[in-house]
């Protein structure tokens, strides 16, 4: 017993956590296989890798702040037009992550733009990335305290250190010119370093309208559509799909 201890404090102090835990186990098993030394210092070794792989991938998706409806496999590419199966695929494959591509989503309400973006970001942090999912009014609020607030400043730093960017609803945020330039130096900042997705219920052309200016807005524009995909999707909604399924269950 006094040498598990001894063990477990030399994990403590060397942060080890996961050796502590699971050396008796590891041990018991190699007693019992009759692996070398060196395997079952690999196996330990392993172990704690493992661990700390796990509450990496914990936390980034802690601060990704994914939506509940975040899974990829909930986007079904028969209920929407504009995502085939086959590009669908070939999205997952995260070339255009590491090409430095943006994807601009379009589509009217409740087609199933942020649960692809959601999906997407969720899937790319799985795959190792950095990546974030803000809607534009979080964005916002980070942009235009970061001078001010300390939770704002380190937030803007690990946004703009980020591999994707996905911003929710492009449109939701009210004209103001220190907003329409914060925006555009954000936007400036990961131009060519980072992808960003942007999901819109609006065509790009369209944007100015809440920009409020349009030198400004034909800026981020260029940096954003430079290297893009531009998905349309259409079809019914599919929370109204939902709910008549729902009733007629009942």
């Known amino acids: 017993m006094k040498q598990i201890q001894k063990i477990q404090s030399y994990c403590k102090q060397l942060r080890l956590p996961s050796i502590a835990d699971r050396a008796v186990v590891l041990a018991d098993q190699a007693a019992a296989e009759g692996i070398s030394y060196l395997e079952f210092t690999t196996r330990l070794l392993q172990a704690e890798m493992a661990h700390r792989e796990q509450r990496t991938l914990q936390r980034k998706l802690k601060e990704a702040m994914l939506p509940l409806r975040h899974q990829l496999e909930l986007f079904d590419c028969s209920r929407v037009q504009g995502v085939s199966p086959a590009l669908l695929a070939q999205l997952k494959e995260l070339g255009w992550v590491d090409q430095l591509m943006n994807l601009v989503i379009m589509g009217p309400s409740g087609v199933g733009k942020t649960l692809l973006s959601a999906g997407l970001c969720h899937h790319a942090i799985q795959s190792g990335y950095t990546a974030y999912f803000r809607s534009m009014d979080q964005l916002m609020s980070t942009l235009v305290r970061k001078d001010n607030s300390r939770a704002a400043s380190v937030e803007y730093r690990r946004l703009i250190k980020a591999d994707l960017i996905v911003i929710d609803d492009i449109m939701m945020v009210d004209p103001d010119m220190k907003r329409a330039n914060a925006f555009f130096h954000f936007i400036n900042a990961l131009?060519?370093?980072?992808?960003?997705?942007?999901?819109?219920?609006?065509?790009?052309?369209?944007?100015?309208?809440?920009?409020?200016?349009?030198?400004?807005?034909?800026?981020?524009?260029?940096?954003?559509?430079?290297?893009?995909?531009?998905?349309?999707?259409?079809?019914?909604?599919?929370?109204?799909?939902?709910r008549k399924e729902r009733m007629q269950v009942l």
Request: glycine residues 4%; hydrophobic residues 40%; proline residues 2%.
């Open 191 to 242: 131009y060519e370093k980072a992808s960003i997705v942007i999901t819109t219920n609006k065509s790009p052309k369209h944007w100015v309208e809440k920009l409020g200016d349009e030198v400004l807005t034909a800026a981020v524009l260029d940096r954003i559509l430079h290297h893009a995909e531009v998905i349309k999707l259409s079809g019914e909604s599919l929370r109204s799909i939902n």
